[in-house]
């Protein structure tokens, strides 16, 4: 908010108002640089200034806490290869077992059928403490706010 209130008082007293960009309404242009400088959660991304929203940290542990075994905040942060892996590599490695089982080793023990569910909390669990952490970025390389 007081971003919003110091980018209003600037453009009003701005003297040379003819070379002020509006950088999106998410920022101020800094004459001397030619460039924006955004408020906090906004970057810019190539020559669109001021345009890409961070993700939030909050909003992903939340997101990886209640939808983490199907990859739900690595969709929310833009890693969508890592959200389909954390939903396929526990499912595809489930079908595996049950296939070698039901051909080559039917004397498996059946408690090898939860391999598969103790990788998919093993990923939820690493998840979790990576954002906490401040590890995790999204998908554009940007640190979560």
Known sequence: MNNVILLSLLLFLCVHCDEV???NNKGIYDIKTHQCICIDEYETIGDMQCIYQKRSKMIAVLMSF?????GAEQFYLGNTF???AK?????????????????FMKDLPNYYLLLPLGIAILF???????????????GKGFELI
Do not use: E, R
């Open 124 to 138: 939820w669990i690493i998840d979790i403490v990576l954002i906490v952490s401040g590890v995790t970025k999204d």
């Open 82 to 84: 890592k959200g389909f």
């Open 21 to 23: 960009q509006t950088c």
């Open 66 to 70: 209640f939808g983490g075994f199907l």
């Open 87 to 103: 939903i396929f590599v526990p499912i595809i490695l489930l079908i595996s077992i049950m296939y070698c089982k039901m051909n």
